[in-house]
């Protein structure tokens, strides 16, 4: 089968795995990706075609925004690789939806979208949301879009139970929940990569780290405050080196480990993303502490399932989509809950052999059914009915 991938994220050679994936299934694959795409305030160029890459084929992003952004030469290049299925790496509800839909619609061929949403956008939550004005503004385009997508997008594949729901309600008649995959070379349980690691750290006693972005609704704020309860127990925290970057919650942070006389337990890393798996297996706890906004709730929690796999204990918040995607195999307290968030921390320091069945319970879970093979066999499943004729109805033109 041909299948042509649209996404920006694709940029990072990282990011192409579950393409690899579907390539070493059999399947003619192509990545349309971005030239250069800017994420938190730099331009990242579009990496090499890696070891195991499909063809890359990157153009220039004329716009900003996932929403309303466009490729220029993507039409010209579909032509000439003419795709049995496109799978557009963005919501549905958006302007390249419309635009391939409709050159599917004309091709004979199917169009899938990847979706991270998981915040409904009906008016009564935008308003809640947002306010009336600007709950207005935001849900009234989106809404507009959302009639005209159903109508070219054949298959929607969304990464939690929320956007399951959502998408079904919304009128999209097919809709998959997929995991977004790991791959299993870089996250794996190994007790060599833990003994370099902590060798490197200089630590060999009780090691609690958290890897992902630095912003409020990820709670790193809610994991030092529980740390700072601990403070009769020997530990060291593992943090990104994230003060070297500086908005107003970074800096936020910085000053709370200070102000709480920390600074001398925090160790800093600054591994690439190939490296993070050794890191993970250094660590004796990894905490996932997401928070809710009205703006926002966790769509997924990779880092949760990534150290899974390496066999490492993850604490969570019961936030957005993460119980769902830990299921049995982590530790979970409410959102915010400092305390609470303590109290497993010191239980699973005291006596790490208390949590060993949570830990393989993690493991098995992460191995069996959220690795980049078992997304590439949900997604191959999909275009196989997608090619069979289970299609959106035909578009208005």
């Known amino acids: ?20 994936e579907l390539a070493a299934l059999g399947h003619e694959v192509a990545i349309v990706t971005a030239t250069r795409w800017g994420e938190g305030g730099e331009a990242i160029a579009c990496e090499p075609r890696g070891t195991g890459d499909p063809a890359v084929i990157p153009l220039a992003l004329a716009g900003a925004s ?9 039409r ?12 557009l790496d963005n919501d549905p509800v958006s302007r390249l939806a419309l635009q391939m839909g409709a050159w599917c619609r004309r091709h004979d061929s199917a169009l899938a979208c990847i979706s991270c949403e998981n915040l409904r956008f009906d008016f009564r939550s935008a308003v809640r949301g947002r306010g009336v004005v600007k709950g207005m503004a935001t849900v009234l385009p989106k809404v507009a879009v959302a009639s005209l997508a159903r109508r070219v997008v054949d298959h929607v594949f969304t990464i939690n139970d929320d956007g399951l729901a959502m998408f079904r309600d919304m009128g ?26 902590r060798a490197e750290l200089g630590w060999d006693g009780p090691l609690v780290a958290y890897f992902g972005r630095v912003v409020p609704g990820k709670g790193i704020h809610v994991l030092v405050q529980a740390m700072a309860r601990l403070n009769d127990r020997p530990w060291r925290l593992l943090l990104d080196r994230f003060v070297d970057h500086g908005d107003a919650y970074v800096r936020g942070v910085a000053a709370q480990i200070k102000g709480l006389g920390l600074e001398s337990r925090v160790l800093w890393c600054n591994p690439a ?17 997401s928070l809710s906004t009205p703006q926002w709730k966790e769509q997924y929690g990779r880092v949760a399932q990534e150290a899974m796999a390496c066999g490492t204990l993850v604490i969570a918040s019961r936030s957005g989509a993460l119980p769902g995607l830990v299921g049995d ?23 790490p052999a208390s949590v060993a069945e949570v830990r393989a319970r993690g493991l098995a879970r992460a191995q069996g059914a959220l690795s980049v093979r078992r997304q590439a066999e949900s997604m191959e499943k999909a275009f196989e009915s997608l090619r069979r004729g289970a299609r959106a109805p035909a578009a208005v033109r």
Not at 8 to 17: F, I, K, P, S, T
Not at 66 to 74: C, E, H, K
Not at 173 to 197: C, N, W, Y
């Open 1 to 20: 089968m041909r299948i042509l991938a649209i996404s920006h994220a694709c940029v990072l050679e990282v990011n192409r795995a579950i393409y690899r």
């Open 66 to 74: 996932p929403r309303i952004y466009r490729f220029r030469g993507l």
């Open 76 to 87: 010209a290049y579909a032509e000439e690789f003419r795709p049995e299925v496109v799978v």
């Open 172 to 197: 999209f008649g097919s809709v998959t929940k997929i995991p977004l995959g790991f791959d299993p070379g870089l996250f794996r349980p190994d007790a060599a990569a833990r003994a370099r690691i």
């Open 273 to 289: 993303h190939s490296a993070i798996g050794a890191y993970m297996n250094a660590a004796d706890v990894v905490v996932v502490p």
């Open 329 to 351: 195999g982590a530790l979970l307290f409410d959102e915010g809950d400092e305390q609470a968030l303590a109290t497993l921390l010191a239980g699973a320091m005291a006596d």
